[in-house]
């Protein structure tokens, strides 16, 4: 007898629809409109503020914010245009140095400008109020002059946002080198300017003097000193509170859980650096700023000033 042979018989999972072609595959493929931005942060888990790039290698890389002022400032790290020239690589990996560095220059010039100008002039040519408004421009220009790297131009705002806002440790020495020879440089070029002015008011081109040692001193005008009467405990709280109103406001400005100041934040440092000055600043001089009060001072005693610089107060500048 034979044997009959049978073949597999393969069910349809489906047999109502027809299978598609390749060529309709293709056709479905290509007509699926592209992903908008939108839904591209949403896939890949990104903030709408945060920013993503592709570094040299090809792998994906987030820019590192700190906030002074404004911890989401968009900050793309942007991919060289040109990686081989030094020039380029310096700029890509300084940049954040340089943004503070000149915004502390900034401050600077104007702050310690509009105090030589008053003392100068024996405050023919502005007043108390004067320094006060100076200050305040040189704060809210200095912040508006470094917001890429979050216009922090204050060591204690670096340190602050290290501990409270994740800004990384390992940046923190470079902001404050970079804040402190931004205020150094500053200083030098006001010193520059008024020199002549300088040695009219002093009594000679090789007489410097610092307050409380001379009736006719300059040294207040590029750092703080205190008034004569002040303890070192006076010294102590005077600074304590000017300080923690100005960190309490700029978080407070910059608190969007709160009205929050937006785009106004460098407006709002104005008024708060202007109403500091006008309601604390006269027993201390409110340096409320390590690098705006040590980089000036350096400088002042590099220019001739003397260890004075360093005593004045009873040693105030090592217990601000």
């Known amino acids: 007898m034979a044997s009959e042979q049978i073949s597999p018989v393969r069910p349809t999972q489906n047999p109502g629809k027809e299978t598609k072609t390749m060529a309709q595959e293709k056709e479905s493929i290509s007509s699926t409109p ?5 839904e591209d942060l949403h896939h890949n888990h990104l903030h709408p503020h945060e920013y993503r790039h592709t570094t040299v290698d090809g792998q994906p890389a987030f820019a590192e914010h700190g906030a002074l002022v404004d911890h989401k400032v968009p900050q793309e790290d942007l991919v060289q245009s040109e990686p081989d020239l030094l020039w380029s690589r310096v700029r890509h990996f300084c940049r954040e140095p340089f ?3 000149f915004g502390v220059f900034i401050l600077i010039l104007f702050g310690d400008g509009v105090v030589a100008q008053v003392v100068l002039s024996n405050s023919t040519k502005g007043d108390y109020q004067s320094i006060s408004w100076g200050w305040g421009l040189g704060v809210m220009l200095g912040v508006y002059t470094s917001g890429i790297s979050g216009a ?6 670096t340190f602050a946002n290290c501990v409270y806002r994740k800004f990384p440790w390992r940046k923190f020495p470079v902001y404050m080198l970079a804040q402190v020879l931004g205020a150094m440089c500053a200083s030098g070029v006001v010193y ?5 002015a300088i040695d009219v008011f002093e009594g000679g081109p090789n007489i410097r003097t610092v307050p409380g040692y001379s009736e006719t001193a300059s040294a207040g005008i590029f750092c703080t000193y205190p008034a004569e009467f002040m303890t070192k405990t006076g010294q102590f709280f005077s600074e304590f509170i000017a300080s923690t109103i100005l960190m309490f406001l700029i978080y407070a400005l910059k608190d969007d859980a709160n009205l929050g100041a937006g785009n106004l934040v460098p407006l709002g440092l ?3 650096i202007f109403g500091i000055g ?7 001089g409110y340096a409320i700023n390590l ?3 040590f980089g000036p001072r350096l400088m002042s005693y590099m220019l001739g000033y003397g260890m ?4 004045a107060g009873d040693y105030y500048f090592w217990g601000e």
């Not at 592209?34 to 939108?38: D, E, V, W, Y």
């Not at 922090?152 to 705002?157: C, D, K, L, Q, R």
């Not at 520059?192 to 002549?196: F, I, L, P, R, W």
């Open 34 to 38: 592209p992903a908008t931005h939108n």
């Open 99 to 101: 943004s503070e560095f």
């Open 152 to 157: 922090h131009i204050n060591p204690a705002v």
């Open 192 to 196: 520059a300017n008024y020199k002549s």
């Open 270 to 272: 104005f008024f708060v």
């Open 278 to 284: 006008a309601c604390f600043g006269w027993e201390t």
């Open 291 to 293: 690098a705006r009060d």
């Open 308 to 311: 004075n610089v360093w005593r």
